[in-house]
């Protein structure tokens, strides 16, 4: 069978920088370690007054094109995923293509695009769309560009303020990839929730405690379908497992959460009874309210054990990385914390390839979905090509008076005129409004 995953990633942040535990937190009157220690988060991603979700995937891919040599006559697919599009009809892919239009000889009329929502999952989605377009033999020889791409902002005042970000992740899939090869078989955990919308509004309404929980119950049923396909897991087969990471302290509690799972049947839990003093069979799992319950006190046990911490330390802990700098990215988030490990695997000198990753992805209103992904020989050198690290050093630190300026110049539905905070440099910005209302945008050299 051949095989069918990424090639090449890259990363495109929002060019502004909103510092949590040192700007944000003191305005709100609470401590700096809610954000450090209880979040996770150091800094969000914030985009600038002239960047939104086309810029920032159009950079993304522009950058992405141009590294891996790629004509548009080598891309036969534009998918993007976004909850942040402005438009009921017309896709974000059109945009992106019309930017990249701009810079490169030829056009993508031959391209087919598309744009898919389902929360912060859909860039998962169009993974697999693109993946199963090329499985099944209608990629006439062409790659697809897979763009993940928010401006995750909320209304002034709402508790999701703190996990704001913003930023796009481009992926290019083809045969043979360079980077990481997709597994067929997925599992997924789907139910229909109400704890994340945006019911015609560009600021979400969201019920933040409840959306955490239906995370997890997503989380473990599509764990437990995965497994009915691929075979039971076992928490040192995969490398490391990148989740969808809203802000770092979600992942704290999937991680101990698919722990928790895997080590069923291993012999790991009935070493662990001794140092925990209980064993977990007890408790009533497989019952969605007690299973909460259950949950916290058990794992407040287990996740003091050595055993644990050590397995967390190698398997999600470098998941994070990326994800404190730069906060919730939506649709993008997984993608980043894949980055994330492998960025990890790079500066430590890992020999990583054949390695596998558990990807365990979200999306609210809800459904997870679980699939593996073997890392191929290529990998270092992917890794290695990114500037991410010189994007974030980069950034424009906000004070909270730009902020406060800035903010509601993303919220589609407001007529707001703010002065950039940036010049922006090789990059695509946005330029004004059309005739019929349509968003227009320039390449600025
Ligand atoms: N020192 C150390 N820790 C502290 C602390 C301190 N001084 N102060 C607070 N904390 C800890 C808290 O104990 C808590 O940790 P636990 O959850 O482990 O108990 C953590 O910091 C956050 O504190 P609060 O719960 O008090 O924070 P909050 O009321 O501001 O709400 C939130 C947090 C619900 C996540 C809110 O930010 C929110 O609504 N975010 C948007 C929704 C979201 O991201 N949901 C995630 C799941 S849904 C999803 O993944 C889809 C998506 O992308 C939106």
Redo the contacts with the bound molecule.
């Keep these: 069978m051949t095989a069918v995953g990424i090639d090449a990633i890259e990363i495109w942040t929002g060019n502004l920088k909103l510092d949590l535990p040192g700007t944000f937190a003191p305005q709100k009157g609470?401590?700096p370690?809610?954000y450090t220690?209880?979040?996770g988060l150091n800094a969000s991603s914030f985009p600038d007054s002239y960047e939104d979700i086309v810029t920032m995937a159009a950079n993304a891919s522009h950058r992405l094109m141009e590294r891996k040599g790629l004509e548009p006559d080598d891309i036969g697919r534009i998918d993007v995923a976004t909850e942040s599009a402005f438009d009921n009809s017309k896709p974000v892919s059109t945009y992106v293509a019309g930017c990249l239009e701009q810079v490169f000889d030829g056009d993508f009329h031959h391209a087919n695009k598309g744009e898919r929502k389902f929360?912060?999952i859909a860039g998962t989605q169009s993974l697999d769309d693109a993946y199963n377009w090329i499985r099944a033999g209608r990629n006439r020889g062409r790659g697809a560009i897979v763009i993940a791409t928010d401006t995750?902002l909320?209304a002034r005042g709402?508790?999701?303020?703190?996990?704001q970000g913003a930023g796009a992740v481009a992926m290019y899939i083809t045969e043979d990839p360079d980077l990481v090869k997709l597994s067929p078989e997925q599992g997924y955990g789907s139910a229909d929730e109400t704890?994340?919308l945006k019911p015609n509004q560009q600021f979400?309404s969201?019920d933040?405690?409840r959306?955490?929980q239906?995370?997890l119950a997503r989380m473990r049923e599509a764990l437990q379908d995965f497994e009915s396909v691929h075979g039971e897991s076992h928490p040192d087969q995969y490398a490391y497992i990148p989740f969808?990471t809203?802000?770092p302290?979600?992942v704290?509690?999937a991680g101990l959460l698919v722990y928790r799972h895997m080590i069923r049947d291993t012999g790991i839990e009935d070493d662990l009874a001794d140092e925990i003093g209980r064993q977990p069979r007890s408790e009533a799992f497989d019952d969605d309210e007690a299973f909460h319950d259950a949950l916290r006190a058990y794992m407040d046990d287990l996740k003091e054990t050595e055993t644990y911490q050590e397995w967390y330390e190698a398997t999600i802990d470098p998941t994070l990385t990326l994800s404190r700098e730069v906060g919730?990215w939506?649709t993008g988030?997984v993608h980043v914390a894949r980055v994330s490990a492998l960025k990890h695997g790079l500066e430590n000198d890992l020999d990583l390839a054949g390695s596998k990753l558990l990807v365990g992805s979200?999306?609210?209103g809800a459904q997870a979905e679980g699939h593996a992904e073997t890392i191929q020989d290529g990998w270092r050198e992917e890794i290695e090509a990114l500037n991410v690290d010189e994007q974030l050093e980069t950034r424009y630190d906000m004070s909270w008076e730009d902020y406060e300026e800035v903010h509601d110049v993303h919220n589609h539905e407001m007529d707001v005129d703010v002065e950039e905070f940036t010049a922006p440099e090789s990059e695509f910005v946005f330029d004004g409004w059309g005739r019929m209302g349509e968003r227009q945008y320039r390449y600025v050299e």
């Design positions: 609470e401590e370690e809610k220690k209880g979040l929360a912060c995750a909320y709402d508790a999701g303020e703190a996990t704890d994340f979400p969201v933040g405690k959306s955490v239906v995370y969808h809203p802000f302290g979600m704290r509690k919730n939506y988030s979200y999306g609210s």
